[in-house]
């Protein structure tokens, strides 16, 4: 089964910016959708963004749109999220995760492969 690894979190202050990275290994994205999560301490994991990786179609959440970026990179296999603009309130830990299954799900339960998450934390 695909192995994903995400990394590129950190420590920011409001308003700045990270490129999130997920690389898979072992099975490619090809065909499927590709989602992006974020968790915060004691709180229900959260739909970000998706895409699908033959064509590239998009969804963002709305508290996310405009200010966030899901793109792949084919050759290398990755998938990134650029966040901008960053808020204390997005900060949590950012989950990378892949569905079998051609729609962009925005359910957690959608997706059955999931990698270990990389912090986020934007101060005030």
């Known amino acids: 089964q695909v192995q994903l690894v995400e990394s590129g979190g950190g420590l920011v202050q409001a308003g700045g910016s990270l490129r999130l990275s997920c690389a898979a290994s072992g099975r490619t994205f090809s065909g499927y959708a590709v989602g992006w999560f974020r968790q915060a301490p004691g709180k229900e994991r959260q739909f970000v963004a998706a895409?699908?990786?033959?064509?590239?179609?998009?969804t963002y959440a709305e508290s996310v749109t405009g200010r966030f970026t899901i793109s792949r990179d084919n050759a290398k296999n990755t998938v990134y999220l650029q966040v901008n603009s960053l808020k204390p309130e997005d900060t949590g830990v950012y989950y990378c995760?892949?569905?079998?299954?051609?729609?962009?799900?925005?359910?957690?339960?959608?997706?059955?492969?999931w990698g270990q998450g990389t912090q986020v934390t934007v101060s005030s």
């Open positions: 995760a892949r569905r079998t299954a051609y729609g962009l799900g925005s359910a957690p339960y959608q997706y059955d492969s």
């Open positions: 895409i699908s990786w033959s064509v590239g179609r998009t």
